[in-house]
């Protein structure tokens, strides 16, 4: 078995080293997240299409975009961000991360594999940061299964907002629980060894984006 700070510290390496192609990818995987998934993004189609590939090389550089890819394709996607300095004033910009855009493809809903991708992302954003220690996100009231994941691994529910359309969102919060040395561990090996066998069972990997450069936040 892999030794898991080992995988995770891969993918951290990842992020750094040079890779044009991401932004192209990024944009190509949130056009097919919408088409796929109506009613689950405040983006829509067009709005990815008038987007230059700077504004996602930004968005690789300032946020945390990790994926599963089978081959050549994504088959899956998720984004950790800062909290906005304006917005969220009154949440601690240091032990806080947003969770956006977790999307998984048709062919694979079902088997699980959205829990193991947030699980990922968040296992990679803490050990970037280790002072994180909540992670936040908005979910559409009527996207249930959405809904249903985030409840399964825990988010418990924080709030609402009603936009300006009159849809619901509602705000999530999990708060990574004060484990032993030897749970932490343990609940690592076992989120490795369920990645793994998404690779033996579907031929993906996950991954982290990485940018044309790379800046510290």
Not at 45 to 62: C, F, H, L, Q
Not at 92 to 102: A, G
Not at 147 to 162: P, Q, S, W
Not at 170 to 192: C, F, G, M, W
């Amino acid at each position: 078995m892999v030794d898991h700070v080992t995988e995770v510290a891969n993918s951290v390496e990842a992020e750094s080293r040079p890779k044009f192609r991401d932004a192209q990818i990024l944009k190509k995987v949130m056009r097919e997240s919408i088409l796929t998934s109506p009613g689950s993004f405040l983006k829509s189609v067009a709005d990815v299409d008038t987007m230059s590939e700077d504004y996602w090389d930004k968005e690789i550089e300032t946020s945390t975009w990790a994926v599963v890819q089978q081959f050549d394709n994504i088959v899956g996607i998720a984004a950790s961000q800062w909290p906005d300095k304006e917005i969220d004033y009154d949440i601690d910009q240091l032990k806080t991360r947003f969770i956006e855009s977790v999307w998984i493809a048709p062919i694979l809903r079902g088997s699980h594999m959205g829990e193991r991708l947030v699980n990922y992302l968040m296992e990679v954003e803490r050990t970037k940061y280790p002072s994180v220690s909540h992670f936040m996100l908005w979910v559409f009231e009527k996207n249930e299964n959405a809904i249903r994941l985030y409840e399964r691994m825990r988010f418990k529910r924080a709030g609402k907002h009603i936009l300006e359309s009159d849809r619901i969102e509602l705000r999530y919060e999990y708060v990574v629980p004060d484990l032993s040395a030897k749970e932490a561990v343990r609940r690592s090996q076992a989120n490795a060894a369920a990645r793994q066998a998404d690779q033996r069972r579907h031929g993906v990997t996950y991954r982290v984006l990485a940018g044309i450069s790379c800046s510290a936040v």
